[in-house]
């Protein structure tokens, strides 16, 4: 049994008792998706709900803005703000490189991505000075879209640092629409846990799920569960299974705890 190890609750409704009780502590977990299937929401989540645990926790974001992120954030209630200011939230901008009015209030910028070297060192800035335990990165598939064969690398560097410092970390890995993977075998073997996001047409209306695919150090739960962006973020129902039959979708009610459904 695994009821010993040190667990962080992502504190996404419905999502934890997946993994009983939440992702072990130093995980490295591949958050994977198609376009729009919630992955910067869920990360966002994750993080806002460790500020309200006094978990301190970096966001590192290189594809929307920093004002943009604090932005959506409080759309959904997070504000970030005055975590930022007693020194328990940060956010890494690997966005505007340090360019424009707004982006010279940043306390951490990443002039260059092309150098990974940079990256890992403000992040590791970053984590030491607020002692962060939970880090998103948002996302890692733009570090090496260009340079497939560079993705290991980079994963493994990133790792180091942020296994190493003792958090518990989420990276957002983009796939296309059609995509099986989740962003690459070196990526995919390299992480400690991998959660997929998906969005799938039933009957002309999209229907969002996810799934556990892996998750190292502790039993999870194997079903697809279908899940809901609401206006205060993801809701899971662990209770609800999907099934997919060739290329036929459908949700199901578990009437048990046995996994049998209502037809
Ligand atoms: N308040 C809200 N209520 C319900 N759904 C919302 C709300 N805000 C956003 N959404 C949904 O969330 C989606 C965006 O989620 P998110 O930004 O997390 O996606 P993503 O996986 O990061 O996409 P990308 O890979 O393009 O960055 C929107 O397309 C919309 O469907
Ligand atoms: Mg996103």
Redesign the pocket.
């Known amino acids: 049994m695994s009821a010993g190890i040190e667990r962080i609750k992502t504190g996404i409704p419905g999502l934890d008792e997946l993994f009983y009780g939440g992702i072990p502590k130093r995980n490295i977990v591949l958050l994977s ?10 990360s966002q989540q994750y993080l806002y709900y460790g500020l309200q645990q006094n978990e301190p926790g970096v966001l590192v974001t290189l ?1 929307e803005h920093p004002v943009q992120v604090r932005r959506n954030m409080s ?2 209630g997070w504000e970030v703000r005055k975590y930022e200011e007693n020194g328990t939230f940060a956010i890494v901008d690997a966005f505007t490189g340090g360019i424009g009015e707004s982006a010279k209030r940043e306390k951490y910028i990443v002039k260059s991505v092309d150098e990974v070297t940079e990256l890992v060192d403000v992040i590791r800035q970053a984590i030491k000075d607020i002692r962060a335990e939970r880090v998103a990165i ?2 890692v598939s733009t570090l090496y879209l260009t340079k497939p064969a560079m993705a290991r690398g980079v994963l493994m560097q990133l790792k180091r640092v942020l296994s190493g410092l003792g958090t518990t970390a989420l990276l ?1 890995s ?1 796939v296309s629409v059609t995509e099986r993977g989740f962003g690459g075998p070196g990526v995919e073997h390299a992480v400690d846990g991998i959660l997929r ?1 998906d969005l799938d047409e039933i009957e002309g209306e999209l229907i969002r799920s996810l799934i556990i695919w892996k998750m190292r150090g502790t039993k999870h739960d194997l079903h697809r569960r279908p899940f809901e ?3 205060r973020g993801i809701v899971v129902y662990p209770n609800k299974t999907i099934r997919t039959r060739g290329e036929a979708i459908r949700i199901v009610e578990q009437s048990n705890q046995g996994g049998e459904e209502n037809e």
Do not use: A
Not at 33 to 42: D, E, S, W
């Open positions: 998706g198609g376009p729009g299937t919630g992955k910067t929401i869920f594809e759309t959904f948002d996302s957002v983009q996001l962006i609401t206006d």
